[in-house]
C-alpha cells in the first residue's frame, strides 16, 4: 500500500466502516443505514465474540463425533461436501 | 489452504489422542481451528501474524469473554475500540484505521474457518 499513512483520510475511514457493515450480519440487514460508530464497533465485538463461541463450540462437537467415528472413513465424504461449498 | 491443513490436523488428532481427555482434544482441534486460519493468511496479515507468534510460543489461546451485558454494567460505557482491540490477535499494537482493516480480514477468515468445522460435522455427521 501507499506510504500515505500518515494522513488517514475521511473516504478512507468511511470506505472501511461500510466493509465492516456489510460483513457484520445485524447491520447488513439494515440495508447500510448509517449506524453510530460506537454502535458499529459494538456489533463488531459481538459478532467476533460468538465467532470464537462457535469455534469452541464446534471444536467440542467434532470432539465428541470423533469419539464414535472413524473420520478417515469419512474422508471422501468430507472432501465432497468442501467442494460443494 | 485452510481446508487442507484443519483436515490433516483433525486425522492426526484422531489418530495419537486415544488416551487423551475428551476436554485435551477439543482444545487441540480448536487449536488447530485457529492455526489453520493463522497459516491461510499467512504473514500478509498483522492478526495473522500476531496468532502465528502465539501459537509458536505454544501459549494458551485465549481471547476475553464477555459475560452477559448484566453482569458487567460498567462495559457499555468502556471504549469498544478497546474491547475490539482484545478480541483481534495483534490488537493492541494497532492504531484505529489498521485496527479496522484488520478486523475486516479476521472476520472473514473467521467465518470461513466456522463454516469448514461445519462442514466438516456435517459430513462425518451423515
Known amino acids: 500500500m501507499s506510504g500515505r499513512r500518515s494522513r488517514i483520510s475521511e473516504e478512507e475511514i468511511k470506505e472501511l466502516i461500510s466493509k465492516l457493515q456489510f460483513l457484520l450480519p445485524e447491520t447488513r440487514r439494515q440495508g447500510g443505514s448509517r449506524a453510530s460508530a460506537a454502535k458499529l464497533l459494538q456489533e463488531t465485538c459481538n459478532y467476533i465474540e460468538r465467532l470464537h ?4 463450540d464446534l471444536s467440542d462437537r467434532l470432539t465428541e463425533l470423533m469419539a464414535t467415528m472413524d473420520i478417515s472413513s469419512a474422508q471422501a465424504e468430507i472432501v465432497r461436501s468442501l467442494l460443494r461449498s | 489452504m485452510m481446508a487442507c491443513h484443519f483436515l490433516r490436523a483433525l486425522f492426526r488428532i484422531q489418530q495419537t489422542s486415544t488416551s487423551s481427555s475428551s476436554s485435551g482434544r477439543s482444545r ?24 502465528l507468534r502465539k501459537l509458536r510460543s505454544r501459549a494458551r489461546l485465549r481471547f ?34 489498521k485496527l479496522l482493516e484488520e478486523t475486516a480480514d479476521y472476520i ?19
Open chain 1, 53 to 56: 463461541r462457535d469455534v469452541d
Open chain 2, 28 to 51: 487441540r482441534i480448536r487449536r488447530a481451528a485457529y492455526a489453520s486460519m493463522a497459516y491461510s493468511a499467512g504473514t500478509r496479515r498483522a492478526w495473522s501474524r500476531a496468532l
Open chain 2, 64 to 97: 476475553p469473554r464477555r459475560l452477559s451485558r448484566a453482569a458487567t454494567p460498567q462495559r457499555r460505557d468502556m471504549d469498544q475500540a478497546q474491547v475490539l482491540r482484545k478480541l483481534v490477535p495483534g490488537g493492541p499494537s494497532m492504531d484505529d484505521c
Open chain 2, 108 to 126: 472473514r477468515c473467521l467465518t470461513t474457518q466456522v463454516r469448514l468445522m461445519q462442514t466438516v460435522m456435517d459430513s462425518i455427521s451423515s
